[in-house]
C-alpha cells in the first residue's frame, strides 16, 4: 500500500513533554505554510495509488478546516486516491467542535484521533494540555454524532501519581465511542519544560518498574474488553486496526509533506527541514539510501512490533540468514517468536520486551 502524511505544525500551547515539530508562535504563518503544502504536493513525482492519508501534527484541528479541505483536494487532484482510503486528523479536544467534525467528515475524513492523554484533570494541567476530562466527552459526542465510526483514542502511560484504576476507569469510558487506543510512554525529553521540571523535583513521575507493571495489567484489560493489542502502543476492536500505521510497519511507500515530514519510498528515506525558513525554501533534513543490512534490520525491527511479523525468506535476501541463528531458534523454542506461513512473528505476551528479542536478532 501508498500512504501519505501531511503536518501541520500549529499548536495553541506547547505542552510541557513536548518536543515535536510544532509551533504555538507561529500561526502568522499559516496561509504561507498551507501554499508550500499544496505546493509541494502538486510538484510531487510519485504516481501513487493511495489507500491511506494521515493529517498529523502538531495540531491540524488549531486551523480553519477550509485549510484541510484544500489540501484534501490538491492530494485527490494530484493522486489516485483509493475510494475506500482511510483518511484519519488528529485533534485535540478543546480545538474540537460539532461544526469542524461535520467540515472533516462531508470532505471524506472517516477517522478521528483524539489526544486525549488522561482522563485526570490535575495531570492534564501538569502536563501544560489545554482541554480537561469535560471537553474530551464533548467532543467525542460530537464526533459519534456527525457519524465518526473509527476513533482513536491517545492516551499517555507514566504520568505522576497514574495509577491501572485511573487507567482501566478512563479505558471504560472511552470505551463507548473509541475503537482503538494508543497507549504512549511519557519521555522526558532535553530541552523541555518537563525535563526542568523532574530535575529540580517539581514532578515525580513513576519509575519504570511501576510503569512497566501498569502496562501489563492494561494490556490483560484490553484483551478482556475484547481490543486486540496488535502493535505494542496500540489496540483496536476487531476490524478497527490503522491502515496507515499497518503499512509503515510493514515498510510500505509513504510520502510525506509538510514541515519536518519522513518520506519512504523503494530504499530511501527522506525528511523535509523542520524549521519553516528551511522548508518554504524546499530545503531536506536529510536523504538516505538504506543498504542491506539496514533494510534487514528494519524488516525485523518493525515487523516484530506488531501483529505483522516478517518473511524469512525475505530477510535472507538482504544476508541476514536467521534459520541458522542459534538466538532464533532459542527464541522460537521458548514460544517468544513462532512460525506462520513463513512469517515469523512475535508471541503477544512479549510485546513488552520486544525491544530485547529485536537486538539478540540484529547482533549479526
Ligand atoms: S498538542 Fe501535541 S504536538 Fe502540540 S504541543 Fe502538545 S504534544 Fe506537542
Known sequence: MNSIYVHIPFCEQK???CAFASFDNQFDQVQKYFDALQKEIESSTFEFRIGSIFIGGGTPSAVSPSFIAEILKAIRKKFDVDKNAEITIEANPNSLNEQKLKEYFSKGINRLSVGVQSLENKQ???LGRLHNKTQVFKALKAAKKVGFKNINCDLLLGLENQSYHQLKKAIKSLKKYATHFSFYMLQVEDGTPLKSMVEGGRIKLPDDDKVVKIYHKLVS?????GLKQYEISNFAKKGFECLHNLNYWARGNYLGFGLGAHSFVG???????????DYFAGKKAFVEKLDDK???????????RCNLGFDLQQLQKFGLDLENNDHFQ???????LFL?????KINPDYYGVSNLVIEKLIDF
Open 340 to 344: 506462520q506461513n513463513g512469517r515469523v
Open 294 to 304: 539496514q533494510v534487514a534490520e528494519e524488516i525485523v525491527m518493525l515487523g516484530l
Open 124 to 126: 492534564l494541567k501538569a
Open 15 to 17: 505542552c510541557k513533554y
Open 221 to 225: 484489560f484490553f484483551r478482556k474488553q
Open 330 to 336: 532459542e527464541l522460537l523454542q521458548n514460544n517468544i
Open 267 to 277: 530504499d530511501t528515506r527522506w525528511a523535509n527541514a523542520s524549521n519553516f525558513f
